[in-house]
């Protein structure tokens, strides 16, 4: 735990991700940050919770996950849809997510939280049976990391949901959770992103034009995306424009981006190409299009940024879902075809007006304070009722009902 001067009542605050894929590891990384800046918490931990698991399951969790994305998407999709029905498979996970947490369970008896804070489901679930079991008293609380929301999130015993939409609260209500219990935070993001910079200034830095647009194309840290055929394709592209591709930690990529740029690329097109980055709050601050697939995580900053989107390749799914509700609020168009981006991205730039109002839909979606938003929440909560738990025992059955 990290230790901070005690002022008055303090609190032990205990945040648990999975590093499966990055998004989770950076919300809980926002939410811990936003607690240390808080003076009511004496204490704060994040914990990667597949750190205290064997690396079979470590890699099953991360790996698989990965590997999934990469060689059978069609599955993944099938499989997400397939398993989302409350307590569907909660208790087979559970049955397999205690047999492979043992150290995960004794860390939390002995850090003995106030509050437990999740970005992941699986260690959600772990302290749900534990709370239940009454083997600890921590609250919990879960922070939803997609727009949508998947039954594998649910909990039986819990003390707040936190999600980004009201559409999501509307559905969990309808399921059965009590709605006093739910709360439309945002995805929490980085304090960086809220950070307002200078466009001119950031483009003299990084060598680019500001009088040209900028396209940010990315594969994401892990480089998986769909990078190389995007920028196949954006050699059509009419409106004269600054590419930059972010390969994330896939050095093939970049290898193989660079060679695709040099070999007849138009030139009133110019493309840079990056591996992993820190600053990626500059490079959407000055990017006027983002292209690739919307990560929950990704997708929030870019909110916060107000940039909008062009969705490529979506992961079946929970990105899929994510591609309709910001289709539906006005951030992003999408190419179900690589062989229309160029011309996709076209009508946008001969459209200023349209790329404006995406821009603005961005800005009046974002929820840049979402991180403290939720810190905060909590300890209202923990002042004005330490105890009182949440179930949700009835959520199997309330669905079965609204089934048409």
Known sequence: MTEQPSLGKGYRVLILSASAGTGHLKAAEALENAAHRNPSIVEVAHVDALDYTNKLFRDFYSKLYTKLIQDAPTF??????NSDEPWKTDRMRLLLDRMNTGPLVRMIKELKPDMTICTHFLPAEIISHL??????????SIVVTDFDFHAMWLSKTFHHYFVALEETKIHLTMLGLPQDRISVSGIPVHEIFSQQKNKGELC???KLRADLPILLLSAGALGVGPAETAVQVLR??????????????????????RELSGTNYPPHLSVHVLGYTTEMDEWMTMADLYIGKPGGLTTAELLTKGVPMAILSPIPGQEERNSDHLLEKGVAIKCNEFTTLAYKIDL????????????????ELARPDAAAYVVQTLLMEMDREPH???KS????????NLKV
């Not at 709370?131 to 919990?140: H, M, N, Q, R, V």
């Open 131 to 140: 709370i239940a079991k009454g083997d600890i008293e921590a609250k919990l």
């Open 236 to 257: 059509h592209l009419e409106t004269p424009a600054q590419i930059i591709v972010i390969c994330g930690k896939n050095e093939e990529l970049q290898v193989k981006i």
């Open 204 to 206: 003299r830095k990084h």
């Open 76 to 81: 993944l999709g099938w499989w997400y849809e």
């Open 388 to 390: 009182t738990v949440a």
């Open 348 to 363: 946008l730039f001969k459209n200023p007006g349209r790329l404006a109002r995406m821009r603005a839909c961005a800005l």
């Open 393 to 400: 025992e009835q959520l199997s059955m309330a669905k079965n």
